[in-house]
């Protein structure tokens, strides 16, 4: 295998198999477990928080409250309606905030304040105590000293005011005027007295809106009365003046038919006048000879006359005659030169009389000329007689609308000051009280169960949160469900830590074969039997042990491996770490003895690198002379033809390889693996960086078999379990005599 080959493998696509996505899955039982890990810790911190609640309720001085019901009324009483005193109409719910508002003014909180002495009061009086904790500690918000009786009033009203709520009932007219006090006669009395200074200031206010407008009306009667009487004097004097008798019914009646009779008069003389004129100038133009081809016999006023008719009658009967003599008798014939005479005579007579038809109609024409303009003068005088009149009756409008208005003004203030006396006679109040206030029989708060049962709700819930939000924080593998759910590869065991082998002068590395009855050594025999179930139909001949960092205790895994492995199998050591080698110093061999580098090198044999290690049981292969690049040596054929060799005489190889964020030797060693174990160190590396180191494997198609969870405080993880084995690991390990561990 040359590099060539493994930058192909490196670049491979990500393999099926892969770490779950965390975001994307909802477990409950892995929230359950957060909180079932810490549940002490939440219990005590619920325990603390409400045993400090319930000393803290206790310890505060108990409020009480007392409540009164006001029913606000509709009407809003007019000084100068007596009509709206008794109406029900609907009000604009401005008004009833309007009142809230008003119930909530300093001046009603002063009268209160004055009428109950409320700034003698041990409460409200900032010279005998400071009760308000805030203002008690902290000297902003203290009020200053009062100096004098008004200003010990303004200190007990602004305290007052924030004791005092005052709101409206839904959707109807009540509102509950509300008072909390440390005092509970105080707390059932403010109430009422609340709602008996609003009704007083109400009527109060209205009956000097009443007293004043009474007094106005009063001094404005003899003002309108004199306006009214010289208003109806003025009217009087023009009617004499002008000698107006029922104008309307009388003059304007006459004046209107004369006008409409003279209209029609003159629609009809200009009719008869364009009909002459018509006539009259068709005939003028005959006669002047300015239409062509034309005759009286065109004109029809000439045609309409009775003699012409006839002398045209007469005509015709000449013509006849004539026409018939023609007919019998020659041109020189008596009868016939007696006919033409005849004719000529009726023409003669026609023509004579329709100069006279002529003439007459010029005559018409001027008549009715004539007659069209003395209409029109006739008009234009009625018009202007009209007009007179309509002038004279505008002023005798004017002087009758301004003496109704004096009296209608006049007659609106008496029947006005009428009503303003009997409303004052009668004042209704704008609310009463539907459900006074008593004194209460309990605090109002604070509610010690209620806040008790709050916080310790409240508490138990935030640390519940706090357990899960630690635990989401918390980013490393710390359980077999963990390895399984963020990295997605199985367990094949769990290596607790130990305790005190450090101390003892021993490496951990050597627990298997120093204590093999420990609980430790029961952990390494877990992982040797996963590793040879997992391979019933072909052996893993070469195992590749590996993890993301440094001091994760792979090493430390390869090596007790190898040594229970031995115990079954013929087993061989490898240390290929070649960077920091660990395992010759484990066992004692001098570092510059020949060992893996030496032999993939060709400068060492076989039996000069491997040797048998009588303690462990295994043989080993330690790293030899360090090259300058081992990853070129790993990736070498020659180091495949040492495996190949190596596999042929043992059972099965265990490799100690090194970290996989540091350099890539790891990925090339498993091309030669039968399997990878991936280390983890618990407690200590983010799983974000395993499940990178694991990805790195993946690409290169790494067998990897599974994860070993190392160096596990079972004392400090509690309840764990073993969900491969179905029993509590450090308990079972008790049953079953396997209780002696290091540190233990």
Not at 29 to 35: C, R, S, T
Request: hydrophobic content about 40%.
């Amino acid at each position: 295998m040359n590099d060539l080959n493994l930058q192909e493998r490196l670049a491979q696509a990500e393999p099926q198999r892969g770490p779950l996505d965390e975001a994307n899955s909802l477990d409950i039982v892995q929230y359950w477990k957060a909180i079932s890990k810490r549940r002490w810790s939440i219990l005590a911190l619920m325990i603390l928080m409400t045993i400090l609640a319930t000393l803290i309720v206790f310890a505060v001085k108990p409020l009480y409250k007392g409540a009164a019901v006001l029913l606000i009324e509709q009407g809003k009483n007019k000084v100068v309606s007596i009509e709206e005193i008794y109406s029900k109409g609907i009000v604009e719910p401005q008004y009833y905030q309007t009142q809230v508002e008003i119930l909530k003014s300093d001046e009603l909180a002063r009268k209160v304040v004055e009428k109950l002495k409320l700034q003698n009061h041990p409460e409200y009086d900032p010279r005998q105590t400071e009760s308000d904790i805030v203002a008690r500690w902290i000297p902003l918000f203290r009020d200053p000293k009062p100096k004098s009786e008004e200003d010990a009033i303004k200190a007990a009203v602004r305290r007052f005011k924030k004791d005092l709520d005052i709101e409206l009932v839904r959707n109807s007219q009540l509102a509950r005027i509300s008072f909390v006090s440390y005092d509970r006669e105080l707390a059932g009395t403010v109430p009422n007295a609340v709602a008996e200074a609003f009704i007083e200031s109400d009527l109060e206010a209205r009956m000097a809106m009443t007293q004043k407008a009474s007094d106005w009306m009063r001094g404005r009667m003899g003002e309108l009365r004199g306006k009214l009487d010289a208003a109806e004097k003025a009217l009087q004097d023009f009617r004499d003046r002008e000698h107006i008798v029922d104008v309307k019914g009388v003059a304007m009646s006459g004046a209107s038919k004369q006008l409409d009779d003279l209209t029609g008069r003159l629609v009809e003389a200009r009719q008869k006048r364009l009909q002459a004129e018509s006539a009259y100038s068709l005939s003028q133009q005959v006669r002047t000879g300015t239409r062509a081809q034309t005759s009286f016999d065109s004109v029809p006023a000439v045609m309409r006359d009775p003699l012409v008719q006839r002398m045209k009658e007469q005509e015709g009967e000449a013509e006849r005659r004539l026409s018939d003599a023609q007919n019998r008798y020659g041109p020189e014939h008596p009868k016939m030169i007696q006919a033409k005479s005849e004719l000529a005579a009726a023409k003669e007579n026609t023509r004579r009389q329709i100069d006279v038809v002529v003439n007459g109609l010029s005559r018409e024409y001027e008549a009715a000329r004539a007659n069209e303009i003395a209409t029109e003068q006739a008009l234009a005088q009625s018009k202007a007689d009209i007009q007179g009149f309509n002038k004279k009756e505008f002023q005798l409008g004017i002087l009758e609308r301004e003496v109704q208005q004096n009296r209608g003004l006049y007659e609106l203030f008496v029947n006005r000051l009428k009503e303003t006396a009997a409303a004052g006679d009668m004042q209704s109040t704008i609310a009463r009280v539907v459900d006074p206030a008593i004194v209460p029989s309990g605090p109002y708060a604070p509610r010690k169960v209620l806040i008790i049962s709050v916080v310790a709700l409240a508490t138990l819930v935030i640390a519940a949160m706090l357990a899960l939000l630690l635990d989401r924080l918390a980013n490393t593998v710390n359980s077999t469900s963990d390895v399984e759910n963020r990295l997605g590869y199985p367990v094949l065991g769990v290596l607790q830590k130990i305790k005190g082998f450090m101390k003892k002068g021993m490496a951990s590395e050597l627990a298997f074969f120093q204590d093999t009855q420990s609980t430790f050594a029961e952990a390494v025999r877990t992982v040797r039997t996963s590793v040879l179930m997992s391979a019933l139909d072909e052996m893993h001949k070469v195992v590749v042990i590996t993890s993301s960092v440094p001091e994760e205790g792979k090493t430390t895994l390869s090596f007790n491996l190898a040594c229970a492995l031995g115990q079954v199998k013929k087993v061989l050591l490898v240390d290929g770490d070649l960077r920091r080698p660990k395992v010759s110093r484990l066992v004692g061999r001098d570092p510059r003895a020949p060992g893996l580098a030496d032999l993939v090198a060709g400068q060492a044999q076989v039996s000069q690198c491997v040797f048998f290690d009588d303690r462990a049981g295994v043989h080993i292969l330690a790293s030899g002379t360090v090259p300058p690049n081992p990853l070129e040596l790993l990736s070498s054929a020659r180091f495949q033809s040492v495996i190949t060799k190596l596999k042929e005489a043992f059972d099965i190889v265990v490799i100690d390889s090194a970290p996989l964020q540091l350099v890539s030797d790891a990925q090339v060693l498993s091309q030669f693996a039968s399997s990878v174990i991936y280390v983890v160190k618990a407690d200590a590396t983010p799983y974000q960086v395993a499940q990178n180191g694991l990805k790195k494997l993946r690409r290169v198609n790494a067998p990897i078999l599974g994860v070993v969870l190392n160096q596990l405080d079972l004392e400090k993880a509690e309840k764990y379990y073993d969900e491969y084995s179905g029993y509590r690991s450090y308990k079972g390990y008790k049953k079953y005599g396997y209780t002696k561990a290091y540190g233990h």
